[in-house]
């Protein structure tokens, strides 16, 4: 009877909600509460394009119009109790947030609004009321995982933006090698953030009743879609990375490899996720990006390898100092300080025991750090094959775009961006190759 009669109520109120909107609406009123109550209505009809038009539209024509908008959408999000309400809210900052830049005032307000506590996307206390018990557990989780993801979307957007410039700085000369070595390491500080990204996609798995909502598969079309080019941007840097791990110090080889000993276990989950998405019908199968399996016998030969590489006696270790223990170390340099303290060094660094008694440990190493090589060469002859994904590589500036680790020396990181912010409001969003199916 109390869940019957909370139902009653949550319904009453957004129904009013709605009928104030539209009235104050035909008087001539319009201001940003209205706009966003109009724009997530407890419905299943998804976001209507002409509202995030106008949102995008007043963001650029007043930059004071942002913090406005995060004022309401905390409002909106943070007191209903409708799941339709709550999803078409997050759906409607997914979009505006794909939109804009780095820099943008809304992304600026975002971060403010959450930092002074008035919205909270992570932890959500989202709960649905006008369902059934057993179905508002799928919804809520649904609804909450949502919001985590783009509660993480704001972590990357909080990165040091001038780390990120200065790659793309790199990237255009001839680099020395401390100055690679730099590089390498402020990589490494951003490939977490997109594996924590790839961990929240999957996290946003639907489960029970929500899976047949058409809201719901609305919404998981514009999170996998984004997923790909995540994925896509991850493995071209861990792959310049792990050609770089025997250039690369102490402390940041142990710390590449964890990031690719991760990798590979979720490179499993994602393909799992990937494969329940193409059987739900989401997404095309042409748009799926290839996944390339990490195995574990490359996983076993690397931690062999840099385990004995940089295992020193224990005299040698207590004397490093702290700054002698984070410079720039190769193999060769290792063999020649054990040769100086007179340790033999004929024997091979892995010994693979076990199932891989029978395997040259040359052969496991060069497998380990050619196979991106044949990764590249495979995801290029998959690429050329499809013309809608030949405009991917084709046009730089589609990789301008969401989810991208280098970017403009203008515009800060965005997870997001699709395309230029001033072009983003005028009409219909242009034809955009990393979207094929528009917007």
Known sequence: MKRRFQKVCTSLKEQSCISYAKIASAAGFSDMNLIIIKATSPDDLPVHEKYIQH??????????????????????????????????????????????????????????????????????????????????????????????????????????????????????????FQEKMKEMGETLEILPQLQSIIDRVIDCYPIG?????????????????????????????????????????????????????????QTNKLCEFYEWCKAKGLCGYYEYPLLEPIPHIQIKALESFLSGMWQLTESCSSSLSDQESSSVFTEEDGRQQQMMKGIEVEKPLIDLEGEYDDVSWETVLESSVSFCHSYDQIHSDLINSNGCQQGLMDNDHSFDGMWKISTYKSAAYNPFSQQSYESSYNGRFDHNPLYPWGL
């Open 55 to 176: 949102l995008l539209k007043l963001f650029s024509l007043s930059p004071s119009s942002c913090h406005s908008f995060t004022i309401s959408f905390t409002r909106r999000f943070g007191t209903t109790r409708s799941w339709r309400v709550a999803l078409k809210s997050l759906i409607l900052l997914h979009r505006l947030l794909r939109s804009v830049q780095g820099n943008s005032p809304l992304w600026t307000e975002l971060l403010w609004t959450r930092s002074n506590g008035l919205i909270s996307l992570y932890p959500c206390h989202f709960k649905d009321a006008t369902s059934s018990s057993t179905c508002s557990i799928s919804y809520t989780k649904f609804v909450t995982s949502y919001a985590h993801l783009l509660d993480e979307a704001l972590n990357c957007v909080a990165l040091d933006n001038t780390k990120l410039e200065n790659q793309q700085h790199l990237e255009e000369k001839n680099v020395t």
């Open 209 to 265: 009743v929500a899976t047949k909502s058409f809201i719901v598969q609305s919404a998981m079309k514009h999170i996998i879609r984004d997923s790909f080019i995540c994925y896509t941007m991850f493995r071209r840097e861990i792959v310049a990375v792990m050609e770089n791990l025997f250039e690369m110090s102490y402390r940041n080889s142990i710390a590449a490899f964890n990031i690719y000993k991760k990798a590979s276990v």
